[in-house]
């Protein structure tokens, strides 16, 4: 037998496929509702905090509300992706899955529709909440806000389905939050301004998807129409997910030791 | 080692008859070998036991068919392809021996989705369903078809489980353990289904098992011991070939005697 040269399956997207993953994995998560409202009631929750502790500063908290709606979606996604690819990976559903005619890329396009659809939900609310509740002063348009949020969104499900490959276990899944997600935080912008940090910090910070999902956000805050650096933030935060995601996909091995 | 006495005639299917043939199959797993040199034809149409203590390798072997197993060398051909083959994945069902199913999703819902991968897209949608009430009532889980998997007894689960690899009309199904801590009736009624699968779809089973007595209900049996092949027979052909009451003595039987034949080749060395 020659397993290694057996022809590739079809590369291309089976829609139907994909489809069915996304609504298996959004049924999945109705069946625990607690899940779903956690998910969209703290960033709410977090924003109304924020707003209340910067009362006296309003400018401040333009800038990191601004930040922290582009932030969410990454983090929430991250953690809901790493845990439910760890699960399909232990319970032996992936196996199953991938000894039937199921295309690594229809899984991994239907956990980023899946996921990407409650991010959208999360990121509505948590945007109209600021805006128009909490006075959050955006100077351009709030569906550019939307668009980075989502890409931000993507963005942490590709990162949360690449780590999984490497935890065995929940814990392990879990841990990994601060390790890939905390020093972005540290470095994004959020605490400081970018470039009043030390060089060394700053050329790293210009290496990290994070940074430019922030960088994004502050540019729809600060200008009317879209610009340049705006577009350039946005093409990196998608070009960051699609990387990400097509590494994901090699970690999904049809055949294991 | 292999045992190449002829079985009862098979059933004379012109294009393939064999559904999974193998030669000198090996397989590595980090350091060690946990099939060495295998060689064994499964015929079609019946059902095959795969017999033997745990940690044998007989899940490993199942793993090779089904062709989810790495480090795989040698020749094994499934249902006229290389193991693993994409178009076996529609033709193969395949039951680990974990219940691999999602506790989170009700029975029916579980199995719409596996459905949905097999035979996708909505022109598709009625025959799906009538598939899946199929399956389910196959494996005797109408009454909780609204139930989570979750929520199931273990036993249950396993069969939510197997009724996962019964969607479809898979030609070759692949079961490891698919008994294991179910009760009487319940394991009586199974063989019946896997005897009726078999004789009404012509579909051809694998079943492994570490429990002796389910053997007397295969067609042919595969007795394996530490990674090797003790016999490729029938049950009769075992017990009158080594004068037992049973499969399990014969088993033993074949233990011994492999054990003897490897000290003679030791000293004679």
Known sequence: MTPTT???????????????????????????????????????????????????????FDSIGASLLGIFPLI??????????????????????????????????????????LAIIQSALATGLAVWFLGLDVTGSPWLLLLVALLDALL??????????????????????????????????????????????????????MSYAVDGMNEVLHHTDMTATFVRDVLIVAGCALLVLTLGAATLRRRTA | ????????????????????????????????????????????GQITGLL????????????????????????LDVLGHPAGHPTLRTRIGYVT???????????????????????????????????????????????????LAGNLSGGQRSRVSLAVALLGTPELLVLDEPTVGLDPVLRRDLWNLFHDIAARRGATLLVSSHVMDEAERCHRLLLMREGELLADD??????TRTGAETVEEAFLHLVDEAKAAARTKETTR
Do not use: W
């Open chain 2, 234 to 239: 029938t049950p009769d052909a075992l017990r």
């Open chain 2, 52 to 75: 033997g203590p745990s940690g044998c390798g007989k899940s490993t072997l199942m793993r090779a068919i089904v062709g989810t197993q790495a480090k795989v060398t040698g020749t």
């Open chain 1, 156 to 209: 942490g499900t590709a990162l949360g389905l690449f780590v999984s490959a490497f935890a065995a276990s929940e814990f392990q899944a879990v841990q990994f939050m601060p390790a890939v997600i905390f020093p972005q935080l540290l470095l994004c912008g959020l605490f400081t301004p970018r470039d009043t940090m030390h060089p060394v910090l700053e050329a790293i910070s210009d290496a990290l998807p």
């Open chain 1, 76 to 117: 929430t996604m991250f953690l809901v992706t790493s845990i439910a690819t760890l699960r399909e990976r232990t319970s032996g559903t992936l196996e199953r899955l991938l000894a039937m005619p199921l295309g690594k890329a229809d899984l991994i396009a239907g956990y980023a529709l899946a996921f990407g659809t």
């Open chain 2, 1 to 44: 080692m292999m045992n190449n006495a002829p079985g009862p005639p098979r059933p004379a299917t012109p294009t393939e008859p064999t559904a999974v043939h193998a030669k000198d199959l090996t397989v590595v797993r980090g350091p060690r070998t946990v099939l060495r040199n295998l060689a064994f034809t499964v015929p079609r």
């Open chain 2, 97 to 147: 021996q974990a219940p691999s199913v999602y506790d989170d999703l009700t029975v029916r819902q579980n199995l719409d989705y596996f459905a949905a991968i097999l035979d996708p897209g909505r022109p598709a949608a009625e025959r799906r369903h009538d598939n899946v009430t199929r399956a389910i009532a196959d494996v005797d889980l109408t009454t909780h078809a609204d139930a």
């Open chain 1, 6 to 60: 057996t022809a590739a399956p079809p590369r291309a997207l089976n829609p139907a496929r994909t489809t069915a993953t996304a609504t298996r994995v959004l049924r999945q998560l109705t069946h625990d509702p607690r899940t779903i409202a956690l998910l969209i009631l703290i960033p709410c929750v977090m924003l109304f905090l924020l707003r209340y502790v910067f009362d006296g500063s309003p400018r401040t």
